[in-house]
């Protein structure tokens, strides 16, 4: 008998550069769904802990305590938001740990955004509109908020049954984009909900065996959230309907390498 039972099991430590790298530049990029942009500081702190001079736990602690000891003043760019948001992804991307459960969906946005918006990690009990750019002001329909838990927990059950084996990987990518879309169209948080989901996505990426670790999301993170808009939206008087073609393309250039050209400007109605 093993006189060690945890001795299989290794306490994980700080990441690597590149992994710390492709979180931070994520974490970062991820802001652009909401307009934002993390401040120099931010940035400052990030190399800090890419180059090993600081741990990820201390570049959190860094990013708290300076705006403990800034000035209050009115954030109208939402910098605050933005730095400290970015500091708790780079983190949750650079852990492997992770479970496929509406709960973990819910952790993510209530880790990401506590203490920055009163309702983080808590269903919205009320009902949403969102004027979008890209379909000239209109808005996608979002789940309903008397029917937002159940509808969650029925995506997640019907991703949990379904099997990927024999699939093609357009076939899987297909899939892919299918279910993300209808779990970003619950839009179950009140604000926050495609940063979360993008967050989820990497993760649950993982889990399937990808990788996910190109500059995609740094890159393309207001594409992302406008291929998920159109994932979701049908006209049929403008003779418009929804479709993952987009998302698809997002998705190829991330699992595949593919080099498809992602321009917001094709996916504007």
């Known amino acids: 008998m093993n006189k060690d039972p945890f001795k299989a099991y290794i306490k994980e430590g700080e990441p690597d550069k590149a992994k710390k790298g492709y979180a931070w530049n994520t974490a970062i990029g991820l802001q652009a769904v909401d307009g934002l942009s993390p401040s120099q500081y931010l940035i400052d702190t990030a190399i800090q802990n890419i180059e090993g001079k600081i741990t990820m736990q201390e570049a959190q602690s860094l990013i708290s305590s300076y705006y403990e000891e800034k000035p209050k003043h009115v954030d109208t760019n939402r910098t605050e938001e933005a730095d400290k948001v970015s500091a708790r992804i780079a983190k ?44 000239d ?104 309907h929804e479709t993952t073609e987009y998302l698809e393309l997002f998705l190829k250039n991330l699992l595949l390498d593919e080099k498809n050209e992602l321009h917001n400007r094709d996916l504007h109605i």
Do not use: C
């Open 92 to 135: 949750i991307l650079s852990e492997n740990a992770f479970t496929f459960s509406p709960n973990e969906y819910i952790a993510i946005h209530r880790k990401l955004f506590q203490g920055i918006y009163k309702f983080a990690g808590q269903i919205r009990d009320y009902n949403i509109t969102k004027k979008e750019w890209v379909l």
């Open 137 to 240: 002001g209109e808005t996608v329909l979002y789940g309903s908020a008397f029917e937002l838990k159940a509808a969650l927990e029925y995506d997640f059950s019907q991703e949990k049954e379904f099997s990927y084996k024999g699939l093609s990987m357009d076939e899987i990518i297909h899939h892919l984009a299918v279910f993300i879309s209808r779990l970003w169209q619950i839009h179950i948080f009140g604000e926050g909900n495609t940063r979360t989901t993008a967050v989820f996505l990497i993760k649950y990426l993982r889990m399937l065996g990808f990788s996910a670790d190109n500059d995609i999301f740094a890159e393309n993170a207001w594409y992302f959230r406008n291929a998920l808009v159109r994932a979701n939206y049908t006209n049929l008087k403008k003779d418009i």
